[in-house]
């Protein structure tokens, strides 16, 4: 499964999550997560390598009404991301999209 594909700026320029987002709920960030990957556009639009992603996390701005469901890398980079109206969308979304299971999410 690949998350929206991003530039290379896009990438580089995302916050790390853990610092920046205030998380609802997020998976176990692991290598063995077969969340998907993200692929990387060039000048071109042309896919030049792509990420893996192995985390996933939610997260509410406080004030917002959206729920943000966030890709990340090893690192907690944010690689993709998408805005859903409620909590249980934003978890539907994860695992149609990238075979997260309900029992994979820590609420924190």
Same mark, same amino acid.
């Given at each position: 499964? $690949?998350? $929206?594909?991003?530039? $290379?700026?896009?990438?580089?320029? @995302? @916050? &790390?999550?853990? !610092?920046? $987002?205030?998380?609802?709920?997020? &998976? %176990? !960030?692991?290598?063995s997560n ?7 556009? !060039? ?10 992603? &192995?985390?996933m996390a939610?997260? %509410?701005?406080?004030?917002?009404? *959206? ?16 805005? @859903? ?5 934003? %978890? *539907?979304?994860? %695992?149609?999209? @990238? !075979? ?7 609420a924190l």
């Amino acid at each position: 499964m $690949r998350s $929206r594909i991003a530039s $290379r700026e896009t990438y580089k320029n @995302h @916050h &790390t999550l853990q !610092n920046n $987002r205030p998380q609802i709920e997020n &998976t %176990k !960030n692991s290598i063995s997560n077969e969340y998907g990957t993200v692929g990387l556009l !060039n000048e071109n639009n042309e896919i030049f390598d792509e990420i893996q992603i &192995t985390a996933m996390a939610i997260c %509410k701005y406080e004030g917002g009404n *959206e729920y943000y469901l966030f890709s990340c890398d090893l690192n907690w980079e944010v690689v993709g991301d998408f805005d @859903h109206d409620t909590l249980e969308e934003a %978890k *539907e979304s994860a %695992k149609f999209n @990238h !075979n997260v299971n309900y029992d994979d999410w820590i609420a924190l």
